[in-house]
């Protein structure tokens, strides 16, 4: 009995702290009420603060970005309005009018310039049209302060094109600034000499001679020529032909026969059609595959 009553496994130990315990809270009871409010008060705070920031936060934020905005539209409406200042002028067309070929059929001519120096017509889409008929649509390109000829050649018409004018369909503006370098970029590079006609002998064409020299230091794959001949100043033919792979320094005899007897001719204009923005058109430079 002695030895089973020091046992504190059968004494009243446990259920004597658990006494205590219990007293103890309940004696302190009023400083656990004020600990949970104090806590719940102090959350409850941050919560608050969070969200006050929060809202500040987005206050100012929202007035920054309002600033950025505003100034992003007044800068497009200025860019804008630049652009509009600075926009393509209107392209210059004169001398539209039409040669006689055979059967029924015309060339027909006119002479357009873009006079924007920064401005680069990298699309353009036209025809001619006359009193009861039209031309097939055709397409090209014009160079900054470029003056070029628009040919559409053996146009099908029962009566002579009366009242012909030249129509743009649509115009493909690129801005080029000062990157446009006129002195690379110019097609009077292409040396046109040695131009005369050969007048044909019974069933022999007359033909069109000329020598041509690529002074540029690029090689192309293709340039065009268009053939303008006049008597005095008035247009008596009109042709076209090209020259594919033509290198740096490079000089070639050129010959274009016609279906017509041509009249006298005071005047030959071979112009060169080259598009220097179409980096497609270089011929790479052999083993280093940059263009040259």
Known sequence: MFENNQNPENTGYKDSFKL????WLLENRDFFYK???IVFVVFDLFLVSLIVIFYVNYFLTAQKQNKIINH?????QAFGNWVERQGPQELKISETTYVNSVNDRYDLVSQLENKNKNWFLKSLKYDFSWSGGKSEVKETFVLPGEKKYLLALNQASTSRPNQLKLEIISTEWEWVGDTFMADIMDKSKIEITKSEVLSGMDSILDRTSY???????YNFWEVGFNIILYQGQ???GLNRSF???????????MENTWI?????????VVEPEINFLDK??????????ELK
């Open 234 to 236: 008035k247009i008596v």
């Open 243 to 253: 020259i594919e792979k033509f290198n740096t320094g490079e000089e070639r005899q």
């Open 280 to 289: 497609n058109n270089y011929i790479p430079t052999v083993g280093t595959g």
């Open 260 to 268: 017509q007897k041509l009249p006298q001719v005071t005047k030959i």
């Open 20 to 23: 205590r315990f219990n007293y």
């Open 211 to 217: 020598s041509v020299k690529n002074n540029t230091i």
């Open 72 to 76: 992003l539209v007044t800068s497009n």
């Open 35 to 37: 600990l949970a409010f």
